[in-house]
């Protein structure tokens, strides 16, 4: 926070911030999936720390409202009659009468974890509203194992941050593209536009068609948008031009490049990169 005040360059937490933009990346779909929208959303956030306040700060840009979200800390909800609140938990103290997690996630439609390994039980996920999201975010064990969750649920929509996983919600989807739009243009800051940005691109591309080189190198015969496919995979080199281009609009639309953006010349500019330069094994092993 205080270098973003002192600095005039490109400053981003991306454990805090980064986190946020892929994981509102994951929500916007699986929520699109889902039917549903966005203020109508429950979600309840277990955990506290820095990437929590940072997402939950980021998922009422997208459109959530406040009182829908319910966020948990190691000593239950946040809630009016708590004490000794940090100035950040405070401003997401809810009304709610829930006192614990397992009494708050009753009808959520979205758990998201930044919390520790086996705080959500297969019977609460049972209590969750239908098809609902669950990001259990922890590492190197989720709050819940996919395949436990998966068994009670067959209309669960699931990411964790693991690569044996679908859905790894995973930072490089987008902390390398989103520097690569902001230099590009001398942006003096990163912003809450250009992170939105970020997040809606990479949710878009989860909708296109995956190329063939993506397929062989994940060893797939197909990839495509739905509960097992909400955001890329990190091998996808489409995500240079499409999220590095849209932040880097971004930044000049909310006034804080230094130079100008031609969009047609930038896209030409950051394809021509990728071809150059990404390189896409045959198969992970």
């Known amino acids: 926070r205080r270098l973003r005040k002192e600095l005039d360059i490109p400053v981003m937490h991306d454990d805090q911030h980064g986190t946020a933009i892929i994981s509102s990346a994951a929500l916007l779909n699986a929520m699109e999936i889902a039917g549903k929208r966005m203020e109508d959303v429950r979600i309840v956030i277990n955990g506290a720390g820095a990437a929590a306040i ?16 319910i966020m948990c800390d190691s000593k239950g909800v946040i809630n009016k009659t708590r004490d000794k609140l940090t100035e950040e938990k405070l401003r997401f103290v809810n009304e709610t009468s829930a006192r614990t997690l397992d009494e708050a996630i009753t009808g959520a439609d ?37 395949d ?17 996983y679908p859905n790894q919600v995973n930072n490089v989807l ?33 909708k296109e068609e995956v190329p063939e080189e993506i397929l062989r190198a994940y060893n797939k015969k197909s990839m495509s948008f739905g509960p097992d496919y909400l955001i890329p995979v990190p091998l996808d ?20 490049a230094r130079i100008g953006y031609d969009a047609v010349k930038y ?7 990728c071809r150059e330069r990404c390189y896409v094994s045959d198969k992970i092993r």
């Open 237 to 256: 080199k489409r995500l240079l031009y499409r999220v590095a281009s849209a932040v880097a609009e971004a930044a000049v639309d909310s006034g804080v």
């Open 148 to 164: 436990e969750a998966k068994a009670v649920r067959k209309d669960l929509i699931m990411g964790t941050g693991r690569s044996d």
């Open 174 to 206: 987008g902390f390398p593209y989103i520097f690569r739009g902001a230099l590009d243009v001398r942006a003096r800051e990163i912003n809450d536009k250009m992170k939105l940005a970020a997040a809606k691109a990479i949710a878009g591309l989860a």
């Open 54 to 69: 940072a997402s939950a700060d980021m998922y009422l840009k997208l459109g959530v409202r406040k009182e829908n979200i």
């Open 267 to 273: 896209r030409k500019y950051v394809e021509r990169i």
């Open 110 to 146: 979205a758990f998201i974890g930044f919390s520790k390994a086996g705080v959500l039980k297969p019977e609460m996920v049972m209590k969750m509203a239908p098809s609902p999201l669950i990001l259990a975010l922890a590492n190197p064990e989720p709050e819940i194992n996919y």
